[in-house]
Nanobody, 120 residues
C-alpha cells in the first residue's frame, strides 16, 4: 500500500516562497508519476504540476514560471518549490502518485494535504 505524507505548508506573505515536500512509502517510487493538486476556497481540486517517472515535468498555466517540481528517487520524495506566491495560491495542497508500470499500473494514491495560506 502506497502512503504519501506532505509537509512544508504554512503561512506566507504575498510575494514569498514555500517549498512543499511529499514522502512516499510502500511500492517502487521510481515507477510512480508524481503530482501536486490543490483545493481552494471554491472547493474544487485543481491540477498544479506533475513529474513523470522519466523526469518530464508539466505545469498548470498559473504555475508556469513560479513553481518548480522535482523528485529524488533515492529519497522517495517529490518537492514543489513555489515562488512569488499570491492570495489565489491559498489552499490545501495534495500530493498524488500514479503507478506507472506493473500489475497496478494506473492506480493512484493521495496524501492528506498540507495547508498553504498567502496573506496580504
Amino acid at each position: 500500500q502506497v502512503q504519501l505524507v506532505e509537509s512544508g505548508g504554512g503561512s506566507v506573505q504575498a510575494g514569498g516562497s514555500l517549498t512543499l515536500s511529499c514522502v512516499s512509502s510502500g511500492g517502487i517510487f521510481r515507477s510512480y508519476h508524481m503530482g501536486w493538486y490543490r483545493q481552494g476556497r471554491a472547493g474544487d481540486r485543481e491540477y498544479v504540476s506533475r513529474i513523470l517517472s522519466n523526469g518530464n515535468t508539466f505545469y498548470a498555466n498559473f504555475a508556469k514560471g513560479r513553481f518548480t517540481i522535482s523528485r529524488d528517487d533515492n529519497q522517495n520524495t517529490v518537492t514543489l518549490q513555489m515562488n512569488n506566491l499570491n492570495f489565489e495560491d491559498t489552499g490545501i495542497y495534495y500530493c498524488n502518485a500514479v503507478i506507472g508500470s506493473g500489475p497496478n499500473s494506473g492506480a493512484d494514491y493521495w496524501g492528506q494535504g498540507t495547508q498553504v495560506t498567502v496573506q496580504g
